[in-house]
């Protein structure tokens, strides 16, 4: 079993920073792929981005490569989604969610656990 809890979210301005943090407990950490996933109201749930559980690998979804960024801390156990440059279209709930499976995925069915999720609200 894993456990996830998402912090950070918050009220912002179009074009500031945020960061979110999400923190596991239970399985081994390094050996999870951790996704980023957002869900706006009246929308599906969407891919944000992943990290492989080494760290060496990241993809994103199209709509904030480049602008947002993946990393991780084995030792703490914590996975970090940096958003920057944001837009009011960033406004959503966002999910940090784990993968037990071998080959990341940016598939929503095929992650295995998830955090209770964090509001993010970008004001333009």
């Known amino acids: 079993q894993v456990q996830l809890r998402e912090s950070g979210g918050g009220l912002v301005q179009a074009g500031d920073s945020l960061r979110l943090s999400c923190t596991a407990s239970g399985q081994t950490f390094s050996s999870l792929t951790m996704g980023w996933f957002r869900q706006a109201p009246g929308e599906d749930r969407e891919f944000v981005g992943y990290i492989s559980g080494n760290g060496a690998r990241t993809y994103f979804a199209a709509s904030v490569r480049g602008r947002f960024a993946i990393s991780r801390d084995n030792a703490k156990k914590t996975v970090y989604l940096q958003m920057n440059v944001v837009f009011p279209a960033d406004t959503a709930v966002y999910y940090c969610?784990?993968?037990?499976?071998?080959?990341?995925?940016?598939?929503?069915?095929?992650?295995?656990?998830w955090g209770q999720g964090t509001q993010v609200t970008v004001s333009s």
């Open positions: 969610a784990a993968d037990t499976a071998a080959v990341p995925t940016y598939y929503v069915d095929d992650y295995d656990y």
